[in-house]
């Protein structure tokens, strides 16, 4: 029997802890529990619709329900849904690995599976401790990261970025160094911050995390074209593992398959996940070398083998939608049809905000944009305001779902979206920026001069 909604709003407000969510203010605003999705709209249990803005925590890529999708799944779920992948394959893993590696790289040979992008990132840290262990440089053991950096909530992962969400567990983190990021159009100071850390760690530092064009939970902070492979060159020269975080900028976000490709850089470990199944279901992998694999091999009584593993690494249901995923994606990107609606993305940002009276900056790349708010003039919001995460929530009234960080708004819908939907999105927004800081500022909101 179908639960009723008010039930359902009193057992999520009795038990429930979301993720990144003060529970204090969540309970204290209308819930919203979406009930089913089509492209580019979610459903609450009304059917009040809403555009995925957001697409869904940054992964969805063909739309909700995609029959394609939709029957990959369904088939899969009739011959397998979950099997161990220790020891074991089946199908659906094995043509993953052929489709992943068909779009990564030169040189890039081996997929690792988890299940999400941090357990990504966790795994590309302990393959490259424990391969440089395993060739005699006992001494790597060091991180470096990029400030700002963001590669996920687990300790290694946290060690690998420097984000401000991490501060209060930064006594607990591994042993790691981190370089200025670069402005979008200077990256002078950030190589010369890189190189400075290389001239006294390099020999002890076993890997270099880094989101490579975009650092998206940051905030879409933009790197100018070149910069990726300068930090390539270096890693490689003083001997550092080259880990590309593309969790959030690969399999379409910025346009193109993934960065590393585009830009012709071979890291040593490239991490996916998000839009890894379209959005579908949780999966990650770590894709790494033939050499860095080889180093592993040998028998048992050696010690070599890589003792780690997570339990749905690999799940049948979500590498078979992700194949599925993968295939459409090709599509999409060869017949241009992306470009086009990256392209009029940011036709559509440009002449709604770059004016816009309370947008002070736009960063934006592919389909990721940010919107810095303020209350015009020479003003800024206090941050403690979260203006942005208010507007989030009085958008819902105009059937736009958006994240929404202290002052900034971020748009990252899914990457089927339409033009009409661009504009729709666009307008509303614009829209209700405007109104909301129209009328609060100077009744609820302080401003800090
Ligand atoms: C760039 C980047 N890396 C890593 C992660 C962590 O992924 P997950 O939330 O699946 O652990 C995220 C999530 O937002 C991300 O954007």
Not at 21 to 48: S, V
Not at 155 to 182: D, I, K, T, V
Not at 193 to 211: N, S
Request: proline fraction near 4%; include cysteine; hydrophobic fraction near 35%.
């Amino acid at each position: 029997m179908k639960v009723d909604i008010n039930t359902l709003n009193q057992w999520d407000a009795s038990h429930s802890w979301h993720s990144f969510t003060q529970m204090q203010e969540y309970l204290e605003n209308k819930p919203l529990h979406i009930t089913h999705a089509k492209g580019c709209w979610l459903y609450d249990d009304e059917g009040k619709r809403y555009l995925d803005g957001n697409a869904s925590n940054w992964t969805n890529v063909h739309g909700h329900s995609n029959p394609e999708l939709n029957a990959a799944l369904i088939q899969q779920l009739e011959n397998l849904q979950q099997s161990s992948y220790k020891d074991l394959s089946h199908p659906a893993a094995s043509e993953l690995c052929h489709e992943l590696i068909s779009i990564a790289p030169k040189g890039i040979e081996r997929c690792f599976f988890t299940d999400n992008g941090a357990s990504s990132v966790e795994a590309a840290i302990k393959l490259s401790f424990q391969y440089w262990q395993l060739t005699e440089n006992p001494q790597k053991k060091l991180i470096i990261g990029m400030e700002g950096g963001y590669h996920g909530d687990t300790f290694g992962a946290m060690s690998a970025g420097n984000s401000c969400f991490h501060q209060r567990f930064s006594e607990w983190f591994l042993p790691a160094h981190y370089f200025m990021a670069p402005q979008p159009d200077d990256m002078s100071k950030s190589l010369e911050d890189l190189d400075r850390l290389l001239e006294t760690y390099a020999h002890q530092t076993a890997i270099l995390f880094l989101e490579p064009s975009v650092q998206g939970p940051r905030g879409m902070y933009l790197q100018p074209p070149g910069f990726l492979q300068a930090v390539a060159e270096r890693c490689k020269s003083h001997n550092i593992h080259l880990a590309l975080d593309e969790i959030f900028v690969g399999l379409g976000r910025l346009g193109h398959m993934l960065v590393s490709a585009a830009e012709n850089v071979t890291p040593d470990f490239i991490c996916l996940s998000k839009t890894l199944t379209g959005g579908y279901l949780p999966l990650a992998a770590t894709l790494t070398s033939q050499k860095i694999y080889e180093a592993f091999l040998g028998d048992f009584s050696e010690g070599k083998t890589f003792l780690h593993g997570h339990t749905f690494a690999a799940n049948p249901l979500a590498t078979a939608v992700s194949i599925q995923n993968i295939k459409k994606l090709k599509q999409v990107i060869e017949t241009g049809a992306l470009k086009n609606t990256c392209d009029y993305f940011n036709k559509c940002i440009e002449s709604y905000f770059a004016k816009h009276p309370f947008v002070k900056s736009v960063r934006q790349r592919g389909l990721a944009c940010t919107l810095e708010l303020y209350p015009g003039n020479n003003n800024h919001f206090n941050p403690n305001e979260r203006i942005a995460h208010h507007l989030s929530l009085y958008l819902r009234e105009k059937e736009i779902l958006l994240r929404g960080v202290g002052n900034t708004l971020l748009i990252v819908p899914p990457l089927c979206i339409t033009h009409l939907e661009i504009d729709f999105l666009c307008q509303q927004t614009a829209e209700a920026i405007h109104e909301y800081i129209t009328n609060k500022v100077g009744t609820a909101l302080s401003i800090a001069v």
